[in-house]
């Protein structure tokens, strides 16, 4: 039983909810993290190049993903995965941001993430 999340700091030009249920913060988990994410409309998170997978399902709203081959919209009711080791920017565009679900196999860490240096 997991009876709460943590909330945990995000990266990002604005301030962004992350509640993390598993992983490496909340249930000292290192093969996954799920965490339930919510973001304001023109957040933007500096460019990454994880060493993990990462799923993510729009619950409301729009996350617009940036990669080396363009840009894709997922809108709510859908989901994506980038593969570990590719180059990616999360973004939320639209005025009412995004709620979403994050996956990351192995879970989430600073250590990992490999964010782009300003």
């Known amino acids: 039983m997991i009876p709460s999340p943590t909330v945990v700091q995000a990266a ?12 490496r913060v909340n249930s000292d988990t290192a ?26 399902l729009v619950l409301k709203g729009l996350v617009r993903l940036v990669s080396r081959s363009g840009s894709l919209d997922v809108s709510a009711g859908q989901a994506v995965l980038v593969p570990a ?5 999360y973004t939320t565009p639209e005025s ?10 192995p879970a989430f860490s600073p250590d990992l993430v490999h964010r782009d240096q300003d």
């Open 12 to 23: 990002g030009n604005k301030p962004k909810l992350i509640r993390e249920y598993v992983g």
């Open 31 to 56: 093969g996954l993290s799920l965490a339930h994410m919510q973001s304001p409309g023109g957040w933007i998170e500096p460019g990454q190049t994880p060493e993990f997978d990462e799923y993510t």
């Open 85 to 89: 080791g590719e180059w990616v920017q």
């Open 96 to 105: 009412d941001g995004a709620e979403y679900i994050s996956v990351c196999l």
